[in-house]
């Protein structure tokens, strides 16, 4: 008898149908996975067998098929197992055929039958909400909070093994379920544009660590607030010790909170990574910080699995390299792209994947090799040719896509002992909040677009400059040799650093203190 039941698999973060084909047959008894399935799948075949017998269910001694199509789309991971699990049931004649026509089937069993969680079963509940005739989506238990995200006309079943499964198909209510849940406990994002940033909170965040904490360092401290209004990407330069990683820690909570389709988008990527750990929908920025030993694949995505890296995890929040010149010279290189487009490609032999990569970038570096150049605590012993060798080992290009490098002293004792803190975090978000909202209403009808990503046609609308500030302008590019990536980002700040004063223009001011903000362009002295 052959049975039919449909399934999905994920390729980047978007689902894909896939249809399971059960075939019991005449033959020499076993159980082959034909569809291109990797080792995960193929291994199911005894994890499928050792639950369906610890459940009471005997299969009959015969030859079984299962074929996963489409055959020439490679198939991974163990969310099959319940789909196949399903087909061997319907086609032993245990589950009526008719009883699973508009559903889908996603999860990995366990040998006594319990289903476990598996990856990216929120892009597969968004794309079976889409589907004309799925009504019901049967999941594991501990991916029932992702399922709900999404709403509309699909019933979500959180099963916890067989014996649930069977009931629920039976009896339209899984035994440990007290009622069906139906996916929307945010409502469909899909259909609504992204909410204001102070209404789009779903609930409150974790407590982040607060800016009062951090004494002295004013200008860094202004770096960080017009990064987190604009958007734009940071670079801390200075000794150790001067509080680089502190700053950048405190950013979270600078920051507006996540809107409906952002946090959309950002928990597609930890689900599809299996980063969700039972949560529903991602309620903070995230905030990464791999370590400087981190490869190319794992800071970009890609691998044997095309697993999404550092950058896409970081989708609509921050990206920290701290100590930026001690990671791999290939691994920093890959960051150029994804800056750039906000996307990452991973090209495989097999594939083509794409993941989001909305992030903001903030790096830490010393200024030398004994990292004191500059400090006033204790003497630089590197020549001025070390200091240019070190500095060398970040590219112009990638230097380029930094919108501000920002010189962090050394805090003497005298600023550290007094008794005053600083300003607190929310003070702070509130003008970023505000500086946003600027944004938001200049975008007018169409989607927000932050001033870190205005394109030069745009910039030229929002944010021109009189002669005063051209001529400002052509003389630090005569100085400094600043090229034109690096002018339009310069301009950039500047357009933020007049949404936090209230202008509605781009005057010389702002425009001089975004020169400011160019540590690295300026000639080593020492």
Not at 300 to 305: F, K, Q, R, S
Not at 351 to 369: H, K, T, W
Not at 491 to 509: F, N, P, Y
């Amino acid at each position: 008898m052959l049975a039919k039941v449909s399934s999905a698999t994920v390729v980047g973060i978007q689902a894909a149908p896939i249809d399971v084909e059960v075939d019991f047959a005449v033959g020499l008894p076993g159980c082959h996975i034909v569809g291109l399935p990797d080792a995960g799948v193929k291994e199911g075949r005894l994890r499928i067998r050792g639950a369906l017998e610890n459940c009471g269910f005997k299969l009959p001694s015969r030859r079984i098929t299962v074929n996963l199509a489409p055959a020439d789309l490679r198939k991974d991971g163990a969310a099959f197992d319940l789909p196949i699990a399903v087909g061997m049931l319907c086609a032993a004649g245990v589950v009526a055929p008719g009883t699973i026509d508009d559903a889908i089937f996603v999860g990995e069993l366990a040998l006594d039958g319990s289903a476990r969680p598996v990856r990216g079963v929120l892009p597969i509940a968004d794309w079976a909400r889409r589907r004309g005739r799925a009504k019901r989506l049967f999941v594991p238990r501990d991916n029932a909070p992702e399922a709900r995200v999404i709403s509309d006309g699909c019933a979500v079943f959180p099963v916890s093994g067989i014996p649930d499964l069977l009931d629920a198909l039976r009896d339209g209510v899984p035994r440990s379920a007290g009622q069906v849940d139906q996916i929307g406990d945010i409502g469909d994002v899909r259909s609504k544009e992204c909410l204001p940033w102070g209404r789009a909170r779903i609930s409150s965040s974790p407590a982040a660590p607060d800016m009062v904490d951090v004494r002295g360092q004013e200008v860094a401290r202004r770096a960080l607030e017009l990064a987190a209004a604009g958007g734009h990407n940071l670079l801390f330069v200075g000794p150790p010790g001067s509080g680089k990683t502190m700053l950048a820690q405190r950013m979270p909570g600078l920051l507006p909170p996540l809107g409906l389709e952002e946090g959309l988008g950002t928990t597609m990527v930890y689900s599809v990574a299996g980063l969700l750990g039972g949560r529903s929908l991602l309620r903070e920025r995230p905030f990464r910080a791999p370590h400087h030993t981190v490869s190319v694949a794992g800071l970009v995505g890609g691998g044997p699995a095309c697993r999404p890296g550092e950058v896409s995890l970081a989708h609509h929040g921050v990206l920290f390299l701290d100590e930026l010149l001690e990671f791999q010279r290939p691994a920093l290189e890959a960051l150029r792209q994804p800056i750039e487009d906000r996307v990452v490609s991973v090209v495989r032999a097999r594939r083509s994947i794409e993941y989001p990569a909305d992030f903001m970038l903030i790096a830490a570096l010393n200024p030398c090799p004994c990292g004191h150049l500059g400090s006033g605590l204790r003497t630089c012993t590197c020549s001025r040719a070390g200091i240019a060798a070190y500095r060398a080992r970040l590219s112009g290009p990638l230097l380029d896509r930094i919108d501000m490098h920002v010189e962090v002293p050394a805090v003497s004792y005298r600023a550290l002992s007094e008794k005053a803190p600083g300003e607190a975090s929310s003070d702070i978000r509130a003008r970023v909040v505000e500086a946003r909202e600027r944004q938001r209403r200049r975008a007018g009808d169409g989607p927000m677009v932050l001033n870190a990503r205005l394109s030069g046609t745009e910039l030229d609308r929002v944010a021109a400059l009189d002669q005063a500030g051209h001529r400002l302008l052509e003389k630090a590019v005569s100085r400094f040799g600043l090229s034109a990536r690096a002018i339009v980002r310069v301009r950039r700040v500047a357009r933020t650093i007049a949404d936090l004063a209230g202008s509605e223009t781009v005057a010389s001011g702002h425009l001089g203190e975004a020169l400011q903000y160019r540590a690295l362009d300026r000639p080593v002295d020492g």
